[in-house]
């Protein structure tokens, strides 16, 4: 039986349509988009005789040694992405589709194939034996990002396609403190960079409401004739969570810039308009415009899309943040996690103040202006503000750990790092805290990238034991998903042997047949969503190659001896393929952009570009086993 049936869809059974009989199903009316469903069964034999036997559904007889191919046919029309154009009623759509021949229907299955097959051919990783596991968890969670994305459609939600319900957790929206983001992680540097297009179009429609909400007279709740009351363009009425009880009157607001709530809904719409206090989201939304460009060089994205979007970004945080006496930048009032719960009195948005969710991202996002806008020859004289900013911006807040050891907190105030004896498997554990949502203490290693293996070694020492003592509790599987956990650790490795043990064990006690992790009840509760873990094969990637203080680096942390290991065309930032096998101990670099390339070598290298002409390599002074070589679009080095 094939079903359809859904509380909120319209059914139809109509046997008196060209081909046999075909189950319909329509979506009831909606201002934004109109879609439609035609099932229908056909065997080489030609049409299958099928029954209703109930709303939305059809159940037809299957003979032995017989093929049967199900034509399912979805007819959108409206203001989505993928919508068909020009088009005004879904379910005739759907019927035109649903009429497709057998030869028709090999076309679409050959498309389907051949797609698939370009796919799969972008990159490619071989862990060896040992760590097969990993390695087919890391093909899973591609396949999953490939299933759900593509450019030009709509951009997946919490569940990707993946929907069961009429009203999936969190309505299946685009949640903005960093599930729609982490979807992303890893399509980089897998060298599939098209799948992000969906998610710069679901951004972009929310810059008129987010700059809005940036440049309302008060924040807060409050009557009308303060402003609070008033309503977006849009017909919504905002709130910004807990503002109010800073002095128990709505705070001043009128900032320059955007201020994006943390859910979006498909084509522009939302519908949760509260920042949970989280004055980060803009910034967060940042990363995946900035890693389109480091991953592709596309200076025209850059100047189009990614530029004036940062801008904007920017622009807030000159305007929201307070200097204080001693001339450092503060953030103040800005919750790490949702409405700022620490477990602790200081739980409220009055102590939310420096979160490294704003320090990190912030100064990723002022980074970027000030390399951008010197590429694209803009707003020169915007550069001593932004430089200013990073270099007087207050220190990552620290505490000490329940062993002891310093570690990141996740805002100035007192608590609030988790605890060991509150997260014991089989126990109680809601009162884990944020090892659970681990980016509030990790955001200054991943995915804000502020601190990586050149930092201050003091400052490294601070990252390892927070990623250490938090992943531990978490089994590097927290509700919140792996790509929280495990590209932070990668991001400051020095045993890259044990993180793969941590990295296998997680999958191993979280896999579903098809890979997928299904975390519920694990040492920090609760339960997460699917398609976000996509995210963690950057970290697979990053233990591979990866950029750290802008030096490309072969396997970062090092890799068990006597573990073969091979990738292919793995994509860097500076926009390289990289490819290594390590039988032959030979590294191969192609520039897509013509980028210089700058490597952390032992001892200088030897490259040699495609055509055979050695090229030279030069050491980048003052800065030790660091060496640049000019490359060119469209050229391979081999590398030894």
Known sequence: MVSGGVDDWEHAWNTSLNRGPRCITRVRDNPMVSAAVVVRVVSKDGVVQAQSSGAGSMSFQMLAGTGYDVIVSVGTVG????????????????????????????????EHQQWWVRYWNASSIDLGKKYSLLESFYYGMQYQIGSASRAGKTAPGLWGPWLTDSL??????????????????????????????????????????????????????????????????????????????????????????????????????????????????????????????????????????????????????????????????????????????????????????????????????????????????????????????????????????????????????????????????????????????????????????????????????????TVNVINEMNHYSPTNGMCLAWPPAVRVVNNAESLLANFTKAVNETKLPNFFPFIKNRPTAGYGCNIENSGATLAVNELLVAVHGGAMRL????????????FTTLRVKGGFLVSHESSSATTVIESLAGSDCTLYWKTAPVVTASDGRKVQVNAVIGVPNTYLFKTSSGVRYSVK
């Not at 068909?84 to 090999?106: F, I, Y």
Request: hydrophobic share 35%.
């Open 168 to 465: 999936p957790g969190w309505s299946g929206d685009y949640t903005l403190n960093y599930n729609f983001e982490a979807n992303f992680f890893g399509v980089f540097s897998d060298n599939r960079p098209e799948l992000a297009q969906p998610y710069f179009r679901v951004i972009e429609r929310a810059i008129p409401r987010a700059k809005w909400r940036a440049g309302m007279k008060y924040w807060g709740t409050g009557p009308p004739d303060m402003g609070t009351g008033s309503l977006t363009p849009g017909g919504q009425s905002q709130d910004f969570y807990g503002m109010q009880s800073i002095t128990g009157l709505p705070v001043a607001a009128n900032y320059s810039g955007l201020q994006l709530n943390t859910h979006l809904s498909p084509w522009g719409s939302s519908a949760f308009n509260s920042d949970w206090g989280q004055k980060s989201v803009g910034a967060f939304c940042s990363k995946t415009f900035i890693d389109n460009f480091e991953y592709t060089q596309n200076t025209t994205f850059l100047s189009e899309v990614a530029y004036p979007f940062l801008r904007l970004v920017g622009d807030f945080y000159l305007d929201y943040t307070t200097k204080d006496t001693s001339g450092r930048y503060n953030i103040l009032y800005s919750c790490a996690q949702e409405s700022c719960y620490t477990g602790t009195p200081f739980g409220s948005i009055k102590y939310a103040n420096n979160p490294p969710m704003d320090l990190a991202f912030s100064k990723m996002v002022f980074k970027a202006l000030v390399k951008y806008s010197q590429i694209l020859d803009v707003d020169k004289e915007m550069i001593p503000l932004w430089q200013d900013y990073l270099k007087n911006i207050v220190d990552y807040p620290t505490q000490v750990s329940e062993r002891g050891t310093t570690v990141f907190a996740q805002n100035n105030a007192p608590g609030g790092f988790p605890n060991a004896s509150h997260c014991v498997m089989g126990e109680d554990v809601s009162q884990c805290g944020n090892a659970r949502y681990p980016i509030v203490h990790f955001n200054a290693m991943f995915p804000g990238e502020d601190v990586d293996l050149t930092s201050d070694s003091s400052l490294i020492g601070i990252a390892r034991e």
């Open 79 to 110: 203001t989505c992405d993928g919508c068909t154009p020009g088009v005004t009623n879904s379910l005739s759509l759907a019927e035109k589709l649903s009429n497709k021949t057998e030869v028709q229907v090999d076309e679409l299955r050959s």
């Open 555 to 566: 396997f970062p942390g090092g890799w068990p001896t006597n573990s073969p290991v091979s």
